[in-house]
């Protein structure tokens, strides 16, 4: 049904869409269920363009997270610390990209400045120790793999170019230090990302039409926190106990 509705939407492809990438912008996430999401893409196309690339408009995403061995960037979100810090490795399964080494800033003012380089000589992060230093108060022999991630998304562009939504599907998690797996079936994670100068809004009143609440949601948290018990995970309890009411 997703996929159906998808097809009937006006399309944008890759190369256009860059001029929308909001590499630092002010990001809103929202969680919600399939069911809503097939309502929530057929308002939405009367404004918005759905991305395309190799005839895909869902395209299969993957992700690596790194961590120091004592998991400070998880724990820095755990204590509600503002200015935080993702590293990680993101390939576009689905398109002609190279996959990116991507280090994820947010600021205590909700910011988020997203820097990035292309891994065209492979997942070797050892090759990138310079552009971690530079970017980051990490060194690259700091940093493990500690979860991976798959997950599905369809990217949507206001008209205007003012607004960019992403909205992840499938979402599936593989911790490397626990082994354990685990699926969130039907669980919909969408992000809203802009620039912050652009006040109209096309998304804001459907989201509020259907009742779909915000909610801060991070895949590397939650995945953590859902794939060891070992963890702490206080801060997150309302995102968990959400996840359950959505028949997670």
């Known amino acids: 049904m997703i ?5 009937k939407m006006d399309g944008i492809s890759l190369e256009e869409m860059s001029a929308v990438k909001l590499m630092n912008r002010i990001d809103t996430k929202f969680i919600t269920t ?7 893409l057929r308002k939405a196309s009367e404004h918005f363009l759905v991305q395309e690339s190799n005839g895909i408009r869902n ?3 993957y992700t690596r997270y790194y961590d120091t061995e004592d998991v400070r960037m998880y724990y820095d979100h755990q204590r509600g610390k503002k200015s935080r810090r993702k590293i990680r490795i993101r390939e576009y399964v689905d398109s002609d990209l190279q996959p990116f080494l991507e280090i994820k800033d947010k600021n205590n003012k909700g910011r988020t400045k997203k820097r990035r380089v292309s891994m065209d000589t492979g997942l070797i992060l050892n090759d990138f120790a310079e552009f971690i230093s530079r970017h980051s108060e990490f060194f690259v022999n700091d940093l493990d793999s500690k979860i991976e991630n798959r ?3 369809i990217t949507l562009v206001n008209k205007e170019k003012t607004e960019r939504i992403t909205i992840d599907t499938s979402i599936e998690f593989h911790n490397f230090v626990t082994d354990r797996e685990i699926i969130l079936p039907g669980i919909v994670i969408i992000e809203w990302k802009r620039d912050g100068l ?4 096309h998304l804001k009143p459907l989201l509020r039409e259907l009742k779909i609440r915000e909610s801060g949601f991070s895949k590397y948290v939650v ?5 060891d018990d070992e963890l702490p995970h206080n801060k997150i309890k309302p995102r968990l106990r959400m996840l359950e009411k959505l028949n997670y």
């Open 3 to 7: 996929e159906d509705t998808l097809m």
């Open 34 to 40: 399939e069911t809503v999401l097939d309502a929530l």
């Open 59 to 61: 395209a299969n995403y």
């Open 151 to 153: 997950f599905r998304r």
């Open 198 to 201: 652009s006040m109209k809004s």
């Open 223 to 227: 995945g953590m926190a859902l794939t």
